[in-house]
């Protein structure tokens, strides 16, 4: 085969195609563990404040008890479905994976 000066070039052309195929790799999965990272600390969060609503209630409630006064079961229930819904409310924020997948494209898009 003869060489031509044309194949230097070439094969510069293939190695910074294959730089610029690692390097996008590379930010995708820099993406993706960042996205997986929001969405595990979106889920403790929720978890934890799922856990401190329920100490709340089981606190409330007992003191209504040792109180002993009318109406604690309404109050209770008023608690709870306010503490449900702050979950639920929690919950919400949390981060799913399409918008996380959608997230990372975006942000890969805007480079």
Request: proline share 1%; charged share 45%; glycine share 4%.
């Amino acid at each position: 085969m003869h060489e031509t000066s044309e194949q230097p070039d070439f094969m510069d052309t293939v190695k910074q195609i294959k730089g610029a195929e690692e390097e996008y790799d590379r930010l995708i999965q820099e993406a993706k563990d960042k996205a997986e990272s929001i969405v595990r600390k979106a889920k403790e969060d929720a978890q934890e404040a799922r856990r401190k609503k329920e100490e709340e209630i089981v606190s409330f409630k007992n003191a209504k008890l040792q109180e002993g006064g009318k109406g604690i079961e309404e109050d209770v229930q008023k608690v709870i479905k306010k503490a449900k819904d702050e979950t639920a409310r929690i919950s919400k924020k949390s981060v799913e994976k399409a918008d996380v997948n959608r997230i990372a494209k975006d942000f890969l898009q805007s480079l």
